[in-house]
């Protein structure tokens, strides 16, 4: 039976989630963080198998216990009572599987991470810029629905609006498990403010999403790293002109796949403080060299995946904005409403549950549950 096997499956993690609960109290592991934060989340992740588990034998003693009652009572209030819990618990024990299912997949380990935004005006032209603007303003809107921080880090403002590029921080609880699903190609239909006859014109912009790196999660040799200072540009007062507090740093890096060595240039006029810009700089660099290294284990999954939800070819067109008709279609999943005002006013979220719905049937076909 389906839930003979749950059940098994559950039972043999007991004995890991004592063992982990004794673990994370350790001074000898507190002590190792890198150590430390993956047991911790492993514990997290154990503790609400654990709850779930709880529930699910609750539910299944409560229908045994029901149907006994129902054989065996034969006052009316009595049956009526059992005939109630037995309705509940054969109600609440799919619901009860069903979580236990996605509970027991492996979860993705950078979901819980922040995140590095790269948004890029692509075809188009001034058009293309305008357009990765309203994707930023989107995005802002939406992390201000869901309570996170957004932190510019750098960006090259479009001539007509809008900007050529924007790259941005995100922190928050869970940020890349939600925002992973944005990366790829944003194709827009519309008629540009640019256009004189009235025309319709596709443009496209690309949104690339990074899980922050932690500073044990990639080694640099800070030695190594080139760094030069500037004035940051555009309004913003006195300060700006006279004081170089944007930040370039340039670093050479060794692809572990290739064997190549590449150059990686970051710059940040985020704040007007230089201190805190190396040091946001080099988190991004951290970010980057993490992204390069773990883009292999994307394309593992990649390629054993058929519809690609979350990961995968970032040139990949993901989404068409068609303003005359008020649509958005994600090619993804073949997700389509029609409420683009409100879509870019950051009501995003319908799209992402549809979404993280079809990667979770993917998931729970690969692993046969």
């Known amino acids: 039976m389906a839930e003979n096997s749950l059940l098994q499956k559950l039972d043999g993690l007991v004995a890991r989630y004592e063992e982990v609960s004794t673990l994370i109290t350790d001074p000898g592991v507190i002590s190792d963080q890198k150590r430390y934060i993956k047991l911790t989340k492993e514990y997290k992740d154990l503790n609400g198998l654990m709850k779930a588990r709880t529930a699910y034998i609750q539910a299944l003693g409560g229908l045994d216990e029901a149907k006994q009652l ?3 009572e034969s006052d009316p209030e009595m049956r009526e009572m059992a005939c109630e819990e037995q309705a509940a618990c054969e109600a609440r024990i799919p619901k009860l599987e069903e979580e236990i299912k996605l509970l027991l997949i492996p979860s993705d380990p950078e979901d819980s991470k922040n995140v590095v935004m790269e948004i890029r005006g692509g075809t188009g032209g001034d058009e293309a810029a305008i357009f990765a603007g309203d994707l930023y303003k989107m995005y802002c809107k939406y992390c201000e629905t869901k309570g996170w921080r957004v932190e510019v880090s ?7 609006g809008g900007y050529k590029e924007i790259v941005f921080n995100v922190s928050g609880e869970g940020v890349y498990g939600i925002l992973k699903y944005e990366s790829g190609v944003h194709r827009v239909q519309r008629v540009p403010v640019t ?9 496209a912009a690309t949104v690339a999403v990074l ?4 500073e044990f999660d990639v080694q640099i040799n800070e ?3 080139k760094w030069d200072t500037f004035r940051s540009g555009g309004a913003g007062g006195q300060n700006v002109n006279k004081v170089e507090s944007g930040v370039r740093l340039r670093y050479m890096w060794k692809n572990p796949v290739t064997g190549n060595v590449e150059e990686i240039l970051i710059e940040c006029t985020e704040t007007r403080d230089q201190p805190k810009n190396r040091e946001r700089a080099l988190s991004r660099l951290r970010t980057t060299i993490y992204d390069r290294e773990h883009q292999k284990y994307i394309d593992d999954i990649a390629s054993r995946r058929k519809t690609m939800v979350s990961t995968g070819d970032r040139s990949a067109k993901i989404r068409t904005y ?3 008709q008020g649509r958005i279609t994600d090619h993804r999943i073949g997700y389509t409403i029609y409420n683009l005002g409100a879509f870019m006013n950051g009501d995003i979220q319908d799209c992402i549950d549809h979404l993280i719905v079809a990667e979770n049937a993917e998931r729970l076909k690969e692993s046969e549950l």
């Open 70 to 72: 129902l054989a065996s």
């Open 154 to 160: 750098s960006c090259n403002e479009g001539t007509a």
């Open 195 to 203: 256009e004189t006859q009235g025309r319709v014109h596709t443009s």
């Open 211 to 214: 899980p922050e790196a932690d």
């Open 223 to 225: 030695g190594e790293i």
């Open 322 to 324: 068609n303003y005359p």
